[in-house]
């Protein structure tokens, strides 16, 4: 296989595509394009020469580590499509003074409104119902009202404060935590301020909405269960990191809490094996919270946008890393 060389943005997101508008929009701005969904997919030699023309990355969750940022000699900017950005290797590109940046927005009400779908199929009952009904059981499984629940959120930032938002129209009672709390939003929109311990011992559900970094990573952890009501449940559309995944299958094997919903994972793809998926009272979704046609659209088109400013000298925006500027590739 040859590579094409001198491409200007290289697209490593499956859910763009050659001809799309986001591809239109590059080359009206008289950028070349090449769509490669999986670098590791080619060899080593077509992957070098590849990522050495390129001047922009367009980024899906597939890992962008060390190697391939540092074979981007001419890389002046990675847009990460999407708000979780620990694909990408951060500090590799801020050593060489690539801006990382983000599609901050984007995705906000399409993950809050599967927040509330993995949320009413738990506390319903749903999935299982279904299942249920398939193998032939007329089974009326009591199920559990939102309204009057609490409803804890970690992290109020844009998507939390979307599912804030939603979980005041069922008549829930919001409570959350965020290092820098929005003491504004939250009192013009009913959210009581707690600390993590508190958020988790008073809710009936928990939703998390936190980056992870190394001061989130198994943030959830076996102690922190041990703090929630027995019968509440902790849904899960940042990332997987942020809960210990173990020690969550554990706590829900032993009653410790009701359950959990997830749609983000430690490992991903999410190995057929794994227990997340053969314990009852846990349900998972493949990564799909933001999967919705107008978030992807959105997306992109910001995607496209920051690329065609960057590259015609203007400056990046949603950028995670900051301290890229003034430091020489």
Known sequence: MTIAQNVDVLITTAFLAPGDEVDQMLTAAGLTTRHEADLAALSADDRAALLGGVRAIIAGTRPLGAEELTQAVNLKVVVRTGVGYD???????????IPVCITAGANRQAVAEHVFALLLA?????????????????????????????????????????VASIGRGFGMDIVAYDPYFDQEFA???????????DVLAQSDFVTLHLFLDDSTRNLIDAQRLALMKSDAIVINTARGGIIDEQALVEAVNAGVIGGAALDVFAEEPLPPTSPLL?????????????????????SGRIAATTVIDVLGGGEPRFVVNPDYQGVPA
């Open 87 to 97: 694909s990408v290797d951060v500090d590799t590109a801020t050593r060489r003074g």
């Open 122 to 162: 738990s506390a319903r009952r749903i999935p299982e119902n279904i299942r249920n009904l398939s193998d032939g059981h007329w089974e009326q499984l009591t199920g559990r009202e939102l309204q009057g629940a609490t409803l804890g959120i970690l992290g109020l930032g844009s998507i939390g404060k979307a």
């Open 187 to 197: 009192a013009a929109n009913g959210v009581r301020p707690a600390d993590l311990e």
């Open 278 to 298: 053969h314990t009852p009272g846990i349900l998972a979704t493949t990564h799909v919270a933001g999967a919705t046609r107008e978030a992807r659209g959105e």
